[in-house]
T-cell receptor, first 114, second 114 residues
Framework: KQEVTQIPAALSVPEGENLVLNCSFT??????LQWFRQDPGKGLTSLLL?????REQTSGRLNASLDKSSGRSTLYIAASQPGDSATYLC?????????????FGKGTKLSVKP | KAGVTQTPRYLIKTRGQQVTLSCSPI?????VSWYQQTPGQGLQFLFE???????NKGNFPGRFSGRQFSNSRSEMNVSTLELGDSALYLC?????????????FGPGTRLTVL
């Protein structure tokens, strides 16, 4: 059974700091890994999608890496801003052969202090 | 292009009632998935529909059901509501069922069962 874990559960940093969020999964048989952001009471916003054949993806100040063999992914946020405060979720896709079945971690709640 | 829309946004029901939630995917998207989000369990996969067919189902009781229409709009139904069904219900759409597809989430329907 696939399990996804995110550490830490919560993180508070001062504005401007670079930070790394961690995601681990137990079964490497995934199609892809996706990072999302969720603001309180809102839906999920897709940040980055890494295919199983890729090692990393970048978008602006965000960089996500994937190491299937070790079952790990990291999301690197450069020069953090208060607007980055949100819960960040990682999800592995395609487990069980279904693209639509994302298995999520519990998330890391990030707070960036001005 | 309009995003994923869900109606209603908020719903209050009492135990034993039934409820129907609606999801309109992004135009051109054919795959719709449903997820339940609770503070304790996090995000859990309910089911996935593609071209009006249920392709995958999560580990939820038969009280949870869904369907997809020819225009890709989807509904989910919960019968005989229980207090534990209180949650944020999110739907996501993707273009097809390819492993390369990003899933885009709607804002969710907040269901409260009293």
């Amino acid at each position: 059974k696939q399990e996804v874990t995110q550490i830490p559960a919560a993180l508070s940093v001062p504005e401007g700091e670079n930070l790394v969020l961690n995601c681990s999964f137990t079964d490497s048989a995934i199609y892809n890994l996706q990072w999302f952001r969720q603001d309180p009471g809102k839906g999920l916003t897709s940040l980055l999608l890494i295919q199983s054949s890729q090692r990393e993806q970048t978008s602006g100040r965000l960089n996500a890496s994937l190491d299937k063999s070790s079952g790990r992914s990291t999301l690197y946020i450069a020069a953090s801003q208060p607007g980055d405060s949100a819960t960040y979720l990682c999800a592995v896709g395609g487990y069980g052969g279904s693209q639509g079945n994302l298995i999520f971690g519990k998330g890391t709640k990030l707070s960036v202090k001005p | 292009k309009a995003g994923v829309t869900q109606t209603p946004r908020y719903l209050i029901k009492t135990r034993g009632q039934q409820v129907t939630l609606s999801c309109s995917p992004i135009s051109g998207h054919r795959s719709v998935s449903w997820y339940q989000q609770t503070p304790g369990q996090g995000l859990q996969f309910l089911f996935e529909y593609f071209s009006e067919t249920q392709r995958n189902k999560g580990n939820f009781p038969g009280r949870f059901s869904g369907r997809q229409f020819s225009n890709s709009r989807s509904e989910m139904n919960v019968s005989t509501l229980e207090l534990g069904d209180s949650a944020l219900y999110l739907c996501a759409s993707s273009l097809n069922r390819e492993r390369t597809d990003t899933q885009y989430f709607g804002p969710g329907t907040r269901l409260t069962v009293l």
